[in-house]
């Protein structure tokens, strides 16, 4: 932008804001002049981090969405040069162009005026070409395809020169297009088929055609028939596809300007607009340099067809880079696989000056190249919603760059190159991993998804960049959040608006936390959800299954998810901590110069060591507990919120143990290809010398012959098939030919083998034994033999065909197809003579041979069959002779020589040949010498006759030179300046692997042939012969050794090591080339660039001396699961662990020699045939059964996928629905669902070992564990917490405790305890298992003390919980090596549970026991020492009513205290008689009658005694004013007291928490008090204690004084006594009588006063410790109840005894307690005074006026 439009801008926005000092920043000013001058604006630009587990890896995204005021467009044209075309119009209208796309009339028919030969008829020929489809200028078509490829007929517009844009969109699927002006050309244009994800849109120019390098005519571009052939590289695709067709104008209508190169600029070639540049390089990867500039507003196109050879270019319009390239970036760039285009809209610069644009031009090898840069061609505009998703991501590439703060970018322009930074289709939300990412896109588990989803928002434009992945034990780290949110987005001008104004400019970016978790979307993501994993179980097809689970873990990308996971994790409080652990990291991002030089990270480098793990700071999440403020806040049941919160961070912790590894794929597909492989051994020919070694075969056991010609026995196709099915099946596991058998109806019974023949066979060709003349399949690529030098793979009977790595296969040759080769079609017409003839077969046709055969009508021989090769001995016999019975024997040998006259057992024991030779010695047509041939010329007689001492040799067609007699004569004849070749010629001295001479074809190899079975024995032929044979390297002789070279990365874009595949064939010891580049001695002079001399190993030790490391081929062309050798050191190579599949091994194996022994047979006189050994049969479809198979090990392989993702989202997602639902406007008890947690699915199969682990235990099936066939096992989670036993608070003070279960104890059906559960269990859902092992993790140790037997518990839908008496073992855990507690389970008949036990032995027989023995024994006790003192205390009732009855005395205060202490007694008796029984367990009415209630009565007792005696000592009234005053405080006191008890009965009755059960199953809420009814539990306890303690006090006070004024009263009274001397005997009779009354008294208020006070405090103690530690030891209990409520009735009992027979006898002579007595109570003051000496007492006989009250006073 120049200063004074930025000056102008400044100006304005300070003028309307009136601020001169406000500050506008570079980046600010840009964007501002980018809205004012383009109109585009920006109305957000917001970033947020999603992460996710898609298919089993981690994914980590910033997610970036801009959204504009309008829409965008991509800019679509034809992107041709200007060019004059010649039309093939005659008169003005008649066509007489080429059109073959009407099968009805193929081709059409031309008019007469035509040239009738132009047009090929064999384009139309229906055999070749069956079937193909026509497609229309400018109409989208939609075509897909299961796996065959699509033909399709396009007819150009021959009326105008037309140019043509073919435009694909890919809907689903991978695939390429083979385009050309004929069908099956090899110089057809291909579209991208090493890296197919891009954007489909070769152009077809007519200035496309011309002249190759080498003359070869390059018309591709054609006004007859565009031939399109869509080759399918995915299972299924589909697609649009539209031909853009414009007319070119003419070079008429070009500018006439021309342009001028720049003078600074002196490497730089201008271009010109509209015309094709063209240009030649003269080595590979060359640069080239062009500029062009823009003058005004244009649409440029860059247009670089792959006509030559595929070019890549690059742009920059920076002048500080004027020559950008691979290492220098540019701002734009086009290095997409063979045509590259991109269109930009572009402006002049801002001053008004042209835009220079900088373009290099690279070509990867040496040969002419041409593109086109144009500004005049006709667009129109697409928007970028417009499209499907895959397509519409893929024609945005290149549209903007990311730039980092540190000044670094990251670039998208083509799929392949968006590992970290990529565009996406404009999705409703942005959504990362559809295209799949480039670098998963070969992934096993990714490369066959399909994904159907294309909605769209207009005005939108997203990107991602791919923070980190984690697969397995993998981890790419590419930059931090942070990094990226303060990065900016350049927009690179190939978007623009409706007016075709560029999108231009770069941009910051917002955090985008605006998300809110809105249950109702959530819910209908969930419902999505739901449906997608219904759907799971009705699809076994791999691709189907893998593309549903995709479906299903993408969708926990959704902004819903993203909202509502959130928001769960902020109620979850975590602690972040950073251990080391040890990970195999790529923690370097792509443009970071560490990431070339890390394993982990360049692939390079994997190929020369391993990825090793290091020590890495990882951040771990450690839970510390849940905001309950938050979730009481926000949530509906706070509780259940809780326990759901809980669960579902457990989840997350331990989701990762639900992945199935990566590698188990791998080894699925490995194990069955083995299998295969292996068992391809059987078909090899079985070597014989006699029928007896061949067998027999078939029901009747039909002999099998031995072909003594080739010694091989002739077992027929059919019966090599079945031992090969039968090696095969007995190979593979159940599981893995579980569908294929289920899809065919085949069982496992003793039919298997011959059923499943019957279904995989097919009519082919094939011989009468063996495997000869059968339809086998040969791997190619298109090309090869013309452009490339490839091994050949032929002779595969399937896809496990074992391969030689080939450079072919590393990805610059694409195009590869797996063809048949079959001989169907002259099956019948194949055929032999039995004898040897002249016939040649190169030369003579099959009736000339058949003549020459008949030729010869009988013959002297042996035959093995009539169908066999024979042995003419005519030479030794005639037919009398051969018709002897004396015939003498004839020895034979395997290599058809003959002996005659030899005995039997020296034919056998000393005559015989090997099967390969002892040796090979180098020799020569006999010539040596110096030999001369021409440099540029041929050399011929003539020439050499010119040569000085030069001689021509007729026999060996050479010029020889006779006088130069040694090697170095002759090299030094060689002079630059002369056109000939002096060579000197010694074969017989030749090195074996030097054995050539290709100027005079003089040298070759001859084999020494073994001559004993010791030195056969000896011999042998190794492995890396392959590598020196003729037939795979046609350009060396045999054995001829090789220059080789390690593995390098030779071209930009291929990141394994490979070779040149033009130029080298690969080796597992290195790089060679195509043709003999020297000596043993040139490749020594070479060692310091890497080159060896690789010789064929002669013997044993050199062939097993060469070690190597053995990987899996991961080439992207090589057929699947095959192996080559990398350059790893063994140490490298060992230590890459074991998912590597690396293994140091041989390179090469020896094989050694086989000696065959003579057999002597018997001539016989036969009559010669023409034999037609083969025939059309119905054999074994190899490549079928492969097919099959594999789709039966990738339903396995699906089905622990299933599992894989129902187990990890059952586990969030259910608990996140919860969760979300609570935290919602409408939380309800709805919110939370009830299930056990899936933890996966398991398929056993009958006759098979298998197992299924998970994080607490694993299940395993044996051989017998399924009878027939594959089932179905789902394997969940249950809680033990369902089991918890837990017991609610009561309101009494429990003296003693119930006998509890353990927190997860099981009952018998007697309700006894008789164990505990020791884990989580487990649910099994299966169909058909009639047997398995289940083992659990458990902890029993705690327990052992208690119970003694290890067992499983079960529980089903209709059952409680019941021990099984099952055996029981233990093992280690495979995953932890934690104790799992195992059994054999059998009969399964419905959904079971299943959980680790351990009980005591007689479980079954247990009775309930509510205490323990020593408990209920010390309880009965208790009752029965109760009720003897309640007998007692009835007893004293009995007789207070007899009395009254009888009239002898009135009711008593007294008589009301020891009633009330009876029923209490009794109460207390009567409850510990029960509750031995369990009744009053969980009882609250009886809680409060028996043990509440009676506390009060206890209470009531005892205060009656405390209130009396404190009126006695305390009051100062007299009479009824005192015994008045005296029942108000009885009454007052018992009033207060039985209303606590209502109070506190009824507060905690109704504050009794009722749950319900909010959380189902899923969630366990335990049953527990109310915190209301804790605390009034607790206050009743502390008012139970007060009130003892006031008791107890006021009996030690109380008593205490009463105590001491009777001990002062009896002094007085003795006092008194002793001055009054004779007081008279009545008076001394008296004063007797009342010191011994006196001191009974005194003697049994000390006893009350010491019970009540002791027991009483002790109670306030005792009371605190029930409530408070609530111990369960009965002793405790049972002395504290004696000490408290026994002993203190005792002294009530015995101090205020009732249960004398006063008043019942006559008699005068009473004795009276003062104060309180049996009869009368006095509260006369004066009879209380205290004078001086003491208190004075009044006789209670006295008729003293002073009022006194009798009891009848109290009377009711």
């Known amino acids: 932008m120049s200063q004074i439009k930025k000056k102008t801008i400044e100006s304005i926005i300070r003028l309307n804001f009136k601020n001169d000092n406000i500050k506008i920043t570079e980046d600010a000013m840009d964007m501002l002049c980018i809205y ?30 801009f959204e504009f005021d309008q829409d965008l467009y991509r800019i679509r044209n034809v992107p041709c040069g200007n060019f004059d075309c010649t039309l093939p119009i005659i008169n003005d209208n008649i066509d007489c162009s080429c059109d073959y796309t009407n099968m009805n009339e193929c081709p059409k028919i031309l008019d007469s005026s035509c040239d009738q030969t132009l047009c090929n008829v064999d384009f139309c020929n229906n055999t070749k070409y069956p079937n193909w489809e026509t497609i229309k200028a400018n109409v989208p078509t939609n075509f897909e395809s299961t796996d065959e490829p699509i033909i399709i007929r396009y007819k150009a517009n021959a009326f105008i020169c037309e140019g043509i844009r073919i435009e694909s969109s890919q809907n689903q699927g991978r695939y390429y297009i083979s385009i050309g002006n004929s069908p099956s050309s090899i110089f057809n244009r291909l579209t991208p088929n090493i890296s197919p994800d891009t954007f489909i849109q070769p152009a077809f120019c007519p200035s496309d055609n011309g002249f190759d390098i080498d003359g070869t005519p390059l018309d591709i571009w054609t006004l007859d028939t565009y031939f399109l052939k869509i080759i399918p590289l995915s299972k299924y695709i589909n697609f649009n596809l539209t031909i853009i067709s414009k007319e ?160 670094s970018f990251y670039k998208c322009s083509g799929w392949s190159t968006c590992t970290s930074y990529s565009i996406l289709y404009p999705f409703l939300e942005s959504f990362p991993v559809w295209p799949i990412p480039a670098q998963f896109v070969d992934d096993y588990r990714f490369n066959k998804i399909t994904y159907y989803n294309d909605k769209s928002r207009k005005n939108h434009y997203s990107t991602a960049f791919l923070l980190s992945t984690t697969e397995g034990e993998f981890s790419q780290l590419n930059k931090g959040f942070q990094d990226i949110l303060t990065s900016k987005i350049e927009f690179l001008n190939t978007l623009v608006d409706k007016n075709g104004n560029p999108l231009e400019g770069k941009f910051t970016l917002t955090l985008n936390n605006e998300l809110k978790c809105d249950n109702e979307k959530f819910e209908e993501l969930l419902k999505e959800m739901d449906n997608l994993e219904s759907t799971l179980y009705n699809n076994t097809d791999f691709s189907i299954v893998n593309s549903i689970i995709f479906n299903i873990d993408t969708l926990t990308l959704s902004d819903s998810w993203k909202a509502c996971s959130d928001k769960a994790g902020s109620f979850l409080q975590t602690d972040n901590n950073f251990v080391n652990k040890s990970l195999s990291i790529c923690s370097y991002s792509s443009n970071d110069p560490e990431y070339d030089l890390d394993p982990c990270c360049n692939v390079t480098l994997s190929f020369f060591q391993c990825c090793q793990p290091k020590m890495v700071p990882v951040k771990v999440s450690e839970f510390i507990g849940i905001y309950d403020d938050l979730v009481e806040d926000q949530c509906f049941s706070s509780q259940c919120t809780a326990s759901v919160l809980n669960e579902y961070y457990n989840s997350l912790s331990v989701v990762s143990e639900c992945d199935v590894p990566a590698f188990v794929s791998t080894n699925s597909a490995m194990e069955m290809r083995d299998a295969l492989r292996d068992c391809k051994d059987v078909l090899k020919d079985t070597p014989c010398i006699s029928d007896g070694d061949c067998g027999t075969y078939g029901s009747n056991n039909q002999s099998i012959i031995c072909d003594l010609k080739q010694r091989i026995c002739m077992i027929p196709p059919e019966q090599l098939d079945l031992k090969y099915l039968e090696c095969v099946f007995n190979r593979l596991p159940a599981s893995y030919t579980y569908s294929f058998l289920n899809k065919y109806g085949i069982q496992s019974n003793d039919s298997l083998i011959s059923n499943v023949f019957n279904a995989m066979s097919w009519n082919d060709c ?61 099956c019948e017409s194949i055929g032999f003579c039995q004898i040897p003839t002249d016939c040649d077969p190169e ?119 006779a006088n130069i007699k040694t090697k170095e004569a002759c090299a030094a004849l060689n002079d630059g300046d002369v056109d000939l070749i002096y060579q000197w010629v010694d074969c017989e001295n030749q090195p074996l692997d030097e054995c050539y001479d290709f100027t005079f074809s003089q040298c070759y190899l001859k084999p020494i042939e073994c001559t004993t079975k010791a030195e056969c024995e000896n011999a042998g032929q190794c492995s890396d012969s392959y590598f020196f044979k003729p037939e795979n390297v046609p350009n060396y002789p045999e054995d001829m050794g090789k220059c080789v070279r390690g593995h390098f990365a030779y071209l930009t874009g291929f990141q394994t090591p490979t070779c040149d595949t033009f130029y080298q064939s690969d080796s597992p010891m290195g790089c060679f080339s195509y043709y003999p580049e020297g000596s043993h001695r040139f490749c020594n002079l070479h060692a310091d660039e890497g080159f060896t001399w690789w010789a064929p190993a002669t013997t044993r ?126 939380g309800s008890p709805d919110c939370f669902s009830s299930s056990a947690l899936l933890l996966g699915q ?58 509890k279960p353990d927190n997860y104890g099981i009952l018998n059906e007697k309700d006894a305890i008789i164990g505990t559960i020791l884990g989580d269990g487990i649910t099994i859902n299966t169909q058909g298992v009639l047997s398995l092992t289940i083992c659990l993790q458990f902890n029993g140790t705690k327990y052992s003390k208690s119970y003694d037997v290890y067992d499983f518990a079960i529980s089903t839908s209709n059952s409680p919980l019941r021990p099984l008496n099952v055996e029981t073992f233990t093992k280690k855990s495979p995953i932890d090596s934690s104790e799992l507690l195992c059994t054999i389970l059998t009969n399964f008949t419905e959904d079971k549970s299943f959980f680790p036990i351990i009980r005591i032995e007689n479980w079954s027989s247990q009775e309930k026991e509510v205490f323990d023995k020593t408990a209920t024994g010390l309880i009965y006790t208790l009752a029965c020492i109760f009720m003897l003192t309640a007998i007692w205390g009835i007893f004293q009732v009995v007789m207070v009513a007899v009395r009254k009855y009888k009239g002898v005395e009135q009711i008593k205060l007294v008589h009301f205290l020891i009633v009330i202490v009876s029923i209490f007694i009794l109460i207390r008796a009567i409850y510990f008689f029960i509750i031995p029984s369990g009744a009053l367990q969980n009882n609250s009415s009886a809680d409060y009658i028996l043990v509440v209630l009676p506390t009060f009565i206890y209470f009531t007792a005892f205060t009656i005694i405390v209130s009396l005696w404190y009126m006695i000592v305390n009051s100062r009234d007299s009479g009824r004013t005192l015994f008045k005053r005296l029942k108000i405080i009885i009454l007052a006191t018992n009033l207060i007291l039985y209303l606590l008890f209502i109070v506190i009965v009824l507060v905690f009755n109704y504050t009794e928490d009722h749950p319900s059960n909010d959380c189902g199953t899923r969630i366990v809420l335990e049953v ?102 609530n111990p369960s030891n009965i002793t405790f209990s049972f002395l504290g109840l004696i000490i408290t409520e026994i002993i203190p009735s005792l002294s009530i009992f015995y101090c205020y005894n009732q249960g004398h027979f006063t008043g019942l006898k006559q008699s005068s002579n009473t004795v009276h307690l003062e104060y309180v007595t049996p009869n009368r109570e006095d509260f006369n003051s004066n009879s209380r005074r205290v004078g001086d000496s003491g208190l004075s007492y009044k006789n209670n006989s006295s008729t003293s006026t002073k009022e006194s009250f009798d009891s009848s006073s109290f009377r009711r």
Request: a negative charge; glycine letters at 8%.
């Open 248 to 407: 070119i104008e003419p070079t008429s209508k070009l500018p006439t300007t021309t342009c001028t190169n720049l003078p600074d600029l002196p490497d730089h070639q201008c271009i010109v607009d509209g015309v094709p540049a063209v240009g030649e390089t003269k080595l590979a990867s060359e640069l080239a340099y062009y500029t062009f500039q823009v003058t005004k507003p244009s649409i440029v196109s860059f247009s670089a067809p792959a006509i030559y050879q595929d070019i890549d270019f690059f742009i920059s319009d920076d002048p500080s880079n004027t020559k950008p390239n691979y290492t220098n970036p540019s701002k734009w760039e086009c290095i997409n696989e063979n045509d590259d285009y991109i269109i930009l809209s572009l402006k002049p610069n801002l001053d008004g000056t042209p835009k220079t644009l900088y373009i290099t031009v690279s070509t990867y090898y040496a040969s002419v190249y041409s593109f086109t840069v144009s500004t005049l061609t006709t667009t129109e505009l697409i928007s970028i919603s417009d499209n499907f998703a895959r397509g519409g991501a893929f024609s945005i590439l290149g549209s903007s760059r990311l730039f980092l703060p540190n000044g």
């Open 1101 to 1226: 030790e050199e062939c097993e001396a060469p070690m190597g490391c053995k990987i899996l081929d991961k080439s992207p062309y090589n057929l699947p699961y095959n192996f080559r050798f990398n350059q790893m050191t063994e140490e490298l190579c060992t230590g890459c662990g074991n998912e590597s599949l690396n293994s140091w091994e041989n390179i090469f194996q020896w094989t050694p020699a086989v000696w065959q022994g003579g057999i002597s047979i018997k001539p016989q006189w036969r009559t010669n045939q023409y034999v037609y050994p083969t025939s059309v049969r119905k054999v074994l479809n190899y490549e079928q059964l492969f097919n099959e198979l594999d789709d039966s090990v990738n339903t396995h392989i699906a089905d622990l996928y299933r599992s894989e993702v129902l187990c990890r989202m059952e586990r969030v997602e259910g608990n996140l629905r919860s969760i979300s639902c609570s935290c919602s406007e409408n």
């Open 843 to 961: 030369v003579d046709d099959e009736q000339t041979c058949i003549d020459k055969c008949n030729a010869i009508q009988e013959y002297c021989g042996y035959c093995s069959t009539n169908s066999t090769d024979c042995f003419n001995f005519d030479d030794n016999f005639d037919e009398a002779q051969c018709k002897s019975p004396t015939v003498p024997n004839v020895c034979i040998l395997s290599n058809g020589e003959v002996f005659y006259d030899v005995d039997p057992n020296d034919c056998e024991n000393n005559n015989g040949n090997c099967n390969l030779p002892c040796g090979k010695e180098c020799v020569g047509l006999g010539y040596s010498g110096c030999g001369i041939e021409g440099g540029s010329f041929y050399m011929n007689e003539t020439v050499c006759q010119t040569i000085l001492n030069a001689i021509w040799s007729e026999d060996n067609y050479m010029c020889e030179l």
């Open 766 to 826: 094939t011989n009468q034994y063996g495997n000869d003349y059968r339809g086998t399949y040969t791997y190619t690529a298109s090309g090869i033999g013309i452009y490339y030098s490839c091994y050949p793979t032929t002779n595969c009977l399937d896809h496990s065909c074992v391969t030689v790595h080939d450079a072919c296969f590393d990805g610059q040759i694409g195009g590869w197809s797996f063809s048949l080769q079959s001989n169907l079609d002259t």
């Open 36 to 65: 004012l001058i383009n109109c585009i604006n920006v109305k957000s630009s917001k970033i947020i981090e999603k992460s996710t587990n898609v298919l089993g890896v981690e994914f980590d995204y910033a997610l970036i969405d």
């Open 1242 to 1299: 398991s398929k056993p199969c009958a006759n098979e070992e298998s197992s299924y682990d998970f994080s607490f235990g694993r299940v395993e099936f044996n051989k017998k564990s399924v009878q027939l066939g594959c089932t179905s096992v789902l394997v969940s989670q249950v809680s033990q917490q369902l089991y918890k036993s837990t017991i609610a608070q009561t309101l009494s003070s429990n003296f003693v405790s119930y006998k």
């Open 1568 to 1669: 527990s008090s109310t915190t209301s009814q804790y605390v009034v539990s607790i206050v009743y306890a502390i008012i139970q204690a007060i009130i003892s303690f006031v008791i107890g006090a006021a009996f030690l006070y109380l008593g205490g004084s009463l105590y001491l004024s009777m001990r002062s009263i009896k002094k007085n009274r003795n006092g008194a006594s002793a001055n009054g001397g004779g007081g008279g005997s009545s008076g001394g009779s008296g004063g007797s009588n009342g010191n011994s009354s006196s001191s009974q008294h005194q003697k049994k208020i000390f006893i009350v006063t010491f019970a009540c006070s002791i027991g009483f405090i002790i109670h306030c103690v005792f009371v605190l410790i029930l409530v408070a530690a």
